[in-house]
């Protein structure tokens, strides 16, 4: 409707959408809902891996920040999945997506497909179809650094972003412990999206503006429908919300002061 009316939509922006990954689950109706993997990645002793086994990221990275680097590494290959990894001491005490820690049972998860368990790295690479070799090189490496508390290929658990995730119970780092013995568990996720960043361009005021820059008198956007105000960045959660209501503040003032103004006006005839 904004656009019929004139509006100009700002879609040059470096991301179209928030990012964010996701696996899919299948409801025992039949139903697929999306889980979004938002606590589990900076937990110590899981990590995201592509098909051929390498992992690809910092995986305590904020969430649309995770799947950018997901995506660049996945540029040109036709598959853009990726698969959680852990062994049994860490699902049974954090869970992995939206299979439950202990004392919740595995059962259900495992019969649905949702959750893939194997007895070695190489049974479980059977069933995901990962790459076996690139998988059981990526543990060693992994796990070479993680006795120590280390991440040499990404520096997980260097910020403090990722450390808020971690567990602060795993010392020294709360973000990494080592994979150990199976067996040994894996999810299938992809790229998901939670907002649109691509809007209506629009003032300091939230007005909403024409291609020429001029203000459509009376239209005002905030929320999804007014582009990003970081311009397609993602600075931390709540990006989406507090710029929503921050210029819908600012908009109700000024639609308050166009009635007062018209009430006067209205006087005045």
Not at 2 to 26: E, F, N, T, Y
Not at 109 to 118: K, W
Request: glycine share 14%; net charge neutral; charged share 20%.
């Amino acid at each position: 409707m904004a656009v019929d009316a004139g509006a100009a939509v700002a879609d040059r922006i470096s991301q179209a959408g928030g990012l964010l990954p996701v696996s899919l689950v299948r409801h025992a109706d039949g139903e697929t809902g999306l889980f979004p993997h938002l606590a589990d990645r900076a937990k110590p002793g899981l990590i995201a891996v592509l098909p051929d086994g390498r992992r690809f990221a910092d995986e305590s990275l904020p969430y649309h920040d995770v799947v950018r680097q997901w995506l660049s590494a996945s540029e040109g290959s036709v598959a853009t999945h990726a698969f959680l990894i852990c062994d049994h001491r860490f699902i049974r005490r954090y869970g992995m997506g939206f299979a439950k820690p202990a004392p919740l049972p595995l059962g259900s998860y495992l019969r649905s497909g949702y959750l893939m368990r194997g007895h070695t790295l190489a049974d479980l690479a059977a069933l995901t179809g990962i790459d076996p070799a690139g998988l059981g090189r990526t543990v060693e490496s992994y796990n070479a650094g993680a006795v120590s508390g280390t991440d040499t290929a990404f520096g997980r658990g260097d910020t403090r972003y990722s450390r808020f995730g971690g567990d602060p119970d795993c010392q020294p780092n709360p973000c990494v412990a080592p994979i150990g013995n199976g067996p040994y568990y894996a999810i299938r996720i992809v790229p998901g999206s939670l907002s649109t960043f691509v809007g209506l361009r629009t003032d300091a005021s939230a007005n909403v503006l024409r291609e020429d820059g001029t203000r459509i008198d009376g239209l005002y956007a905030v929320g999804n429908d007014m582009a990003s105000l970081a311009n397609g960045r993602y600075p931390s959660g709540g990006m989406t919300l507090g710029a929503a209501m921050t210029f819908g503040y600012l908009a109700a003032h000024r639609l308050a002061e166009r009635g007062v103004d018209a009430a006067a006006a209205a006087q005045l005839d």
